[in-house]
């Protein structure tokens, strides 16, 4: 739990140690995202088939990741929570970082036919089981080394290490965009990125195995009650509520969106990156600020503010961006807006979870609800919105999609009580 007695060195230590793993697994899907067509053209388009048959297909293998996230915080969360946050978070790290570097090493379609992608796929599924214990133990490791009333602030750096692992995703894509001819991003220039997490993997390594296990809580009793299944079940469920507006209106806006530019709009890709960059500068600029005040005035009004400003704001914000006449300011002004929207409820969700739960299922109960909540809400907006556009002719439907959960995860939000930022960790 929150402890006065660790020493501020010590939880700045497993701060860094717990984000660090965020940034690698989220840089990994910030480039994919950024580079889905590339990846659809070297991996899911056989000869005669169209673009958007191959991008589909890029964004079922994206979804198939998220959906073995739940096993991976299943199996990873247990662990944690039976043999120590610390070893867990080092092999999950080991996993990922693996699984990314394999895919820059993968022969595409053109070189081995139809097994590029089922290996591409196998990789990925890898990513999302792996990635799927990183979060619960991250989260965990990070609230309950935070100094005493800044609970909200310690956990929201995990959000902000996705921030950043996106944004350096899609400025890499979008440095490389720039710098090479597109003949060569497509041959060769695309495997770069994905080279590139394994340096940042051996930092992440090379941190997690310094650090030690969090302090114990001061009183092991109040904690000594066994959770039930149903229990940790029903909490489960109201955390995916609590989130989904997050989750859906993050990958809509600063994962969706590159590839959404492309073939809807028209745009070219160096547009449709930096454009991403920005939302992602936007939702980077607003996390720790709302973490903070979370810590202040409590989760729920800094939460509940994100998603009434996405259900308010996203059909107009997407207009904007659609719109011919609309400036490049108005145009980065909307991106920008979109992305801090979504960092208000970020930056306070992963210490909302965490009082969820107690210490003895903290890496399982809220590992499954944030892994169960991407599965759906995340890994299928891509999916999701790229066929029903392609069904329904409406460019609208990412900000219908983003608005909706939000609606649903505001009536989840009021559930929370006020005074819930200001109890300890059980």
């Known amino acids: 739990m929150s402890s006065p007695a660790v020493r501020p060195s010590t939880s700045r230590r497993a701060l860094l140690a717990g984000s660090v793993g965020n940034l690698v697994e989220w840089y990994e899907f910030g480039v994919y995202g950024c580079l889905a067509t590339v990846i659809a053209a070297n991996f899911f388009r056989p000869e005669g088939s169209s673009g958007a048959e191959a991008l589909v297909a890029t964004y079922a293998s994206f979804a198939l990741a998220f959906f073995f996230r739940p096993v991976g915080a299943m199996l990873f969360g247990r662990l944690g929570d039976r043999l120590g946050r610390r070893p867990t978070l080092i092999v999950v790290v080991g996993l990922m970082t693996l699984a990314t570097v394999t895919i820059g090493l993968l022969p595409t379609r053109a070189a081995i036919g139809p097994a590029a992608?089922?290996?591409?796929?196998?990789?990925?599924?890898?990513?999302?089981?792996?990635?799927?214990?990183?979060?619960?133990?991250?989260?965990?490791?990070?609230?309950?080394?935070?100094?005493?009333?800044?609970?909200?602030?310690?956990?929201?750096?995990?959000?902000?290490?996705?921030?950043?692992?996106?944004?350096?995703?899609?400025?890499?894509a979008a440095a490389l965009a720039s710098a090479l001819p597109a003949g060569a991003l497509h041959a060769w220039g695309w495997r770069i990125p994905f080279l590139l997490a394994l340096p940042l993997g051996a930092v992440a390594l090379w941190l997690r195995t310094a650090l030690a296990e969090p302090p114990p809580p001061p009183a092991p009793a109040a904690d000594a009650r066994p959770v039930g299944r149903r229990e940790l079940a029903r909490a489960v469920v109201l955390g995916i509520g609590r989130i989904m507006g997050w989750s859906a209106a993050g990958y809509t806006f600063l994962v969706v969106l590159p590839s959404y530019l492309q073939a809807t709009l028209g745009a070219s890709l160096r547009e449709a990156l930096l454009a991403t960059a920005l939302a992602n500068a936007g939702f980077a600029a607003s996390i720790l600020p709302s973490g903070a005040l979370s810590d202040r005035i409590g989760r729920r009004p800094v939460m509940l503010g994100g998603a009434v400003g996405v259900v308010v704001l996203a059909l107009p914000l997407l207009h904007v961006i659609q719109s011919p006449g609309a400036s490049p300011w108005s145009r980065a002004g909307a991106v920008l807006l979109a992305g801090g929207l979504?960092?208000?409820?970020?930056?306070?969700?992963?210490?909302?979870?965490?009082?969820?739960?107690?210490?003895?299922?903290?890496?399982?109960?809220?590992?499954?609800?944030?892994?169960l909540t991407g599965a759906v809400f995340s890994g299928c907006a891509g999916l999701?919105?790229?066929?029903?556009?392609?069904?329904?002719?409406?460019?609208?439907?990412?900000?219908?999609?983003?608005?909706?959960?939000?609606?649903?995860?505001?009536?989840?939000?009021?559930?929370?009580?006020?005074?819930?930022?200001?109890?300890?960790?059980?």
């Not at 196998?122 to 005493?148: D, H, I, K, N």
């Not at 409820?345 to 109960?365: D, Y």
């Not at 439907?397 to 200001?422: E, I, K, M, W």
């Open 342 to 371: 979504v960092g208000l409820m970020a930056g306070p969700g992963p210490a909302m979870l965490a009082e969820m739960f107690p210490r003895r299922v903290r890496c399982t109960g809220l590992g499954l609800a944030y892994a």
């Open 384 to 426: 999701v919105i790229t066929a029903l556009i392609a069904r329904t002719g409406d460019t609208s439907v990412p900000a219908y999609y983003a608005a909706g959960a939000c609606v649903l995860s505001g009536f989840a939000l009021l559930s929370l009580r006020g005074r819930d930022h200001q109890e300890p960790l059980r």
């Open 117 to 172: 992608p089922w290996l591409l796929t196998l990789l990925r599924a890898l990513q999302g089981l792996s990635a799927g214990g990183e979060f619960g133990g991250a989260v965990a490791l990070m609230t309950e080394y935070a100094p005493v009333g800044r609970r909200g602030l310690f956990g929201a750096w995990q959000s902000f290490t996705v921030a950043l692992g996106l944004l350096t995703g899609a400025g890499t």
